[in-house]
């Protein structure tokens, strides 16, 4: 595999490594100091990010301004002081999956590779705050998925062990102590789904998204990276089997490397350069509700009930469920989804009974046959994907964009990503990791 010119050294990675600058700059500190002296002086916080004038070239071009995005924006000027870089937007950023996403992060996976690629990603996340001078409010809570059936128990020992030989915490608990961790749960073996054990992963938990796109944001913003919201990516040119540039709304931009980071539409966006990807597209729903006190300190997430709930600092529930059942591109809720998921919360939590719900939205999610990613190169030079996302790519964005910048910059695939190749699907070297997704699709 040859990196992100597809093994042509003509010119594209020479050209971004003369740009190589090491200095991190970096825009004002949020400081408590600072807080308090706003708060004395009045003075106006400086914008976290900045709009820019569209220039009509840029070394790299990012469709996407989502956190893998602009994760990878920011890596790219931090890491390996590539700044010459565009992130665009149809909308505003964050507006995708980022931002309807249900914010939990997880390493708990079934394969050894998918275990090393999250749990670098957790690592990423626990030091995000820092990184970025930006709280991003990740909460380490733990994490359960019960099992409701033998073959689910089985799965989770066989997770669990996986996730121990990689290093990662991760171990099957019995329902008594699923009860110390979940007071409100019904462990009781009468109920219509009893409960048999579970998994427990303690370093999963819950983050702020938004913060984490906006942290991104404003990093790679005071780095030197142009965000571009609401432009819309309308063509990319490609001559011979090379990609030049890309057309938006707002006008012509060349450049050599091309990245689609768009979850949702991504296979629409590389149709444009005239790959097509192994992937179908399905609205995933989620709900919150009202604010309670404080009850609920994991994550709790049901395979077989299709349903995971967390609560979040503000007291609200935040529940999600599995894909809805047919491809499509809309993101309108449904009362089949609010029925199904209330009668679900109820099997595990009786108590809630009289909770109201206050808002349900849905977001896009690009499945790929072996529920992994596609990250790489394709065989248009310069088109690069980080894509098919299914319903786990938020938690991956830290690693994802981290990685696809050593790429850009190196031109060779890092290892933990070599596995998630587009090649794989045509030579059959599939990364099943179905058994590991948060509920059953
Ligand atoms: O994979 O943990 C997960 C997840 C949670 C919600 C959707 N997917």
Redesign the pocket.
Known sequence: MDGATNGNSNGVRPRLRDGLRRSRTRGPRYSALRLVRHGLTQEDWPLTWHRQPMRPRYDVVIIGGGVHGLATAYYLAANHGIRDVAVLDKSYIGSGGSGR??A?L?SNYLTPEGIRFYDRSVKLYEHLAADLNFNVMFSQRGHLTLAHNDSSLRTMRWRAEVNKLQGVDSEVIDPDEVKRLVPYMDTSPTTRFPILGALYHPPGGVIRHDAVVWGYARAADALGVHIHQDTEVTGIDVVGDRVTGVRTDRGEISTPVVLNCTAGWSTLVSDMAGVSMPVQTFP?QAAVTEPVRPFLDTVV?SGTLHV?VSQTDRGELVF?ASVDPFASYSTRGSLEFVEGLAGHVLELMPALSKMRLLRQWSGLCDMTPDFSPIMGVTPVDGFLVDIGWG??GF?AGPVSGESMAELIATGTTPEIIATFDLARFPEGRLVGEKGA???GH
């Open positions: 996403n249900t939990i997880r995933l997430v995971y999600g319903t786990y938690k997704a948060a509920v």
